[in-house]
């Protein structure tokens, strides 16, 4: 059985429909036709534009769990390196990608990617197949081997890294710095976990040594499912330690992206490329706050109408209370000058 995905109106391709009622990523692509809204939207729109200025680079896709965003990043064109350490997941990758004739864009890498390395243990929920982690939550555990991304040699620069490996992305990144800055990453998707990792450590080990890199860092949100044209818009830049601190202390999990800032010797095409993209998630996202705005002065117009609608039933209560109460004393006095005999 197969679930039919078509975004857009266009993209279409097939997923395996294994289990669905109990897997929850599965089970969300069923009813809304998507995963991940948000982050869906602004990963199409870098591959969309790529292709209109004949930009080119790899996707990487790290934690691939059964191909969502590798398929679709193949179904436009771009070569894929797809890391998946989960065998079940992973056999349902093989699958989903030979299902849809991608596996001469697809290259798929059953291992696990870190600082080192190693071998390790992970743990996998039974009915969340993309929720695998090294934190023991889990009812199944699997042995799988973990590599370091700067001991790979890949063929060309990088368009875009995406990591979302259930709080392991600050031990992904250490072992990827080299290739990021060789290989000039322009777009990195990341999911932040405070819920997984201190704050600290997320600083230290993502955010400063991106910032050094040359990259800006911009909050996009944490949406698992919904209809894609209802998805949130986010597009929040953080360039400060002391912001970022504060505003990661009220947040479980969120995603950023990381975009590269252009260097001088680089072409106009390739400015033109990235400035369209960061125009486009600007808008969008002014639009959003445009929206929000008004809906919040039309709650507060409500507001006003109910307090004063309140005020005028509270005065009517009063009221009837102080003519209940007058009622009641000159019923007493009645009673008290007719005493029964």
Known sequence: MYLSVILNNKLQYRLIHNEASEDYILSSIEKYNNWEPNVTRKFLLILEKASEYNTTGLVLDVGACFGYYSILAAKLGFKTYAFEPNPKTAELLEKNVSLNQLNHLVKIQKNALGSTTRKQTLSVPEKNFGAGNFFGSGEVNYEIEVNVLDDFELPE??????????GHEPDVLKGSLNTILELKAEFIFLEISPKFNAIKEIINTIF?????????????????????????????LFDKEHLLTEYLLNKGQTNFIFIRRNGDNETLDAHSFKQDIITTWTNDYIQKLLKDTIQDHKMIGELKLLIETL?????????DLKNAAEFQKELLEVINHNPKN
């Open 157 to 166: 620069k990088i368009l875009i890294f995406k990591i979302d490996v259930e």
């Open 311 to 319: 005020k005028k039933e509270n005065h009517k209560l009063f009221e």
């Open 208 to 236: 400063i040594p991106l910032w050094k890199a040359e990259y800006q860092s911009f909050d996009i949100g944490l949406q698992d499912t919904g209809v894609l044209s209802e998805a949130i818009e986010v597009f929040q």
